[in-house]
Nanobody, 127 residues
Framework: QVELVESGGGVVQTGGSVKLSCALFGASGHMTTLGWFRQTSGKEREFVAS???????HYRESLKGRITISRDNEKRTVDLQMNSLTLGDTALYYC?????????????????????WGQGTQVTVSS
């Protein structure tokens, strides 16, 4: 059974930074693309970033330059560093995993096809 466990959310002031972490359990890491999505109330869950086992990355275009996704294959973790936060970054952030998928696929596929989700971690940006 694959499990994703997120940590690192919280309340951050505008302009600040936050780092989210996600641990992967129960899946073969080398076959798994990991990533992050976010969702606010009343809106669809949207892709943020993804990374494959070899470290290739893919980002939501509007967030490029402010976020960095990284992965530690030994520890089986994926992190999301977000800088220069705005009120618009307030959301519930979900860790996601897809097996045997190209790194860009996670950002292109319907959300319903993402295989595994974490429970979500809240990031609230305050002014």
């Amino acid at each position: 059974q694959v499990e994703l466990v997120e940590s690192g959310g919280g309340v951050v002031q505008t302009g600040g930074s936050v780092k989210l972490s996600c641990a992967l359990f129960g899946a073969s890491g080398h076959m798994t693309t990991l990533g992050w999505f976010r969702q606010t109330s009343g809106k669809e869950r949207e892709f943020v970033a993804s990374i494959d086992f070899n470290g290739a990355t893919h980002y939501r275009e509007s967030l490029k330059g402010r976020i960095t996704i990284s992965r530690d294959n030994e520890k089986r973790t994926v992190d999301l560093q977000m800088n220069s936060l705005t009120l618009g970054d307030t959301a519930l952030y979900y860790c996601a995993a897809v097996r045997r998928a190209h790194v860009q696929a996670m950002g292109l596929m319907p959300v319903g096809l993402v295989e595994f989700w974490g429970q979500g971690t809240q990031v609230t940006v305050s002014s």
